[in-house]
């Protein structure tokens, strides 16, 4: 938790954290930033990217905004892309994964609508930690839909996972070095070597430049330290094995009006549990 103002202004925030993220490439004005690294994840040539999705995070008052905290991008006019990093190991992190693809996905279609106008979905999960479930899996992989026997038969082009493990980042992982060098950024933003890639990369210059800026913005240094009270209370009971503290910031937090897919994700709590609060 940020305390004091004047050390903060010389401090670099993390491109990691999951607000600094979110900020980073799903607030408008990112749209050249979110275009690079979108096309050099997914290989391939990008026209357009619309960020008007996202909510402003440094215009709210962020209490109903705390949660999991992705970006969702429209890739010319015709895919919706889910982008979400994750710091703190999570369980169930490829339930969840998929649960927001779902999420998304039924986001691309209003109600009435045919189901012919369903957009293509992707989702990007980034994971500055090694699951269970993530064990086997190298540093970044592409998922489809396949059948079990003819693996070479794709069920559907809607559904498409990418997943990036940054502690098995290294250049023999990675055959994609245009994607090592984004990794290198969110990594550490502040290396020789991140400060030698910039001269050549002018989008991940124009991210670091951004990063700077948010970096001395107080509003920032605000919700930051919101969510890092939150979640420190939270850890605090974890760690003795009690959930009443959690249950009390949930009752606040329904009291105040914050929706309750924010308020399993900062608790913990099962949807069961708020409703009886």
Same mark, same amino acid.
């Given at each position: ?20 993220? $979110? ?16 096309? @050099? ?36 006019? /015709?895919? &919706?892309?889910?982008?979400?990093? $994750?710091?703190?190991? $999570? ?6 994964? +998929? ?7 039924? #986001? ?11 957009? #293509? ?12 479930? +993530? ?16 693996? $070479?038969?794709?069920?559907?082009? &809607?559904?498409?996972? &990418? ?16 994607? +090592? ?28 430049? #951004? ?44 009291? /105040? ?9 900062? @608790? ?10």
């Amino acid at each position: 938790m940020v305390k004091n103002n004047e050390t903060h202004k010389n401090i670099m925030l993390s491109p990691k954290n999951d607000i600094v993220f $979110q900020v980073l490439f799903g607030e408008e004005g990112s749209e050249e930033i979110t275009k690079s690294f979108l096309e @050099t994840i997914l290989m391939k040539k990008i026209t357009d990217v619309d960020l008007s999705k996202n909510p402003i995070l440094r215009r709210t008052k962020m209490l109903d905004k705390l949660g999991i905290l992705d970006v969702i991008v429209e890739i010319d006019n /015709k895919e &919706y892309c889910d982008i979400e990093i $994750q710091v703190a190991k $999570q369980e169930y992190i490829l339930e969840r994964l +998929l649960y927001y693809w779902a999420k998304t996905f039924a #986001k691309t279609i209003h109600k009435g609508k045919d189901y012919s106008n369903l957009k #293509k979905t992707i989702s990007i999960l980034i994971t500055d930690f090694e699951a269970d479930s +993530l064990k086997e899996l190298n540093c970044f992989t592409k998922w489809k839909i396949i059948e079990e026997e003819n693996r $070479q038969k794709i069920l559907t082009e &809607y559904l498409e996972i &990418y997943i990036i493990i940054l502690p098995k980042m290294n250049e023999k992982s990675l055959k994609n070095n245009k994607l +090592l060098e984004w990794l290198k950024f969110l990594e550490n933003p502040e290396s020789e070597e991140v400060k030698n890639i910039m001269k050549e990369n002018v989008a991940i210059k124009k991210a670091h430049d #951004k990063l700077e800026e948010i970096s001395h913005d107080e509003a920032m240094e605000h919700l930051i330290d919101m969510e890092e009270s939150y979640r420190y209370l939270l850890n605090t009971e974890r760690s003795i094995g009690e959930n009443k503290k959690a249950k009390e910031i949930a009752k606040k937090m329904k009291e /105040k009006g914050i929706d309750i897919s924010s308020i399993i994700e900062i @608790t913990g709590l099962s949807e069961e549990e708020i409703n009886r609060l």
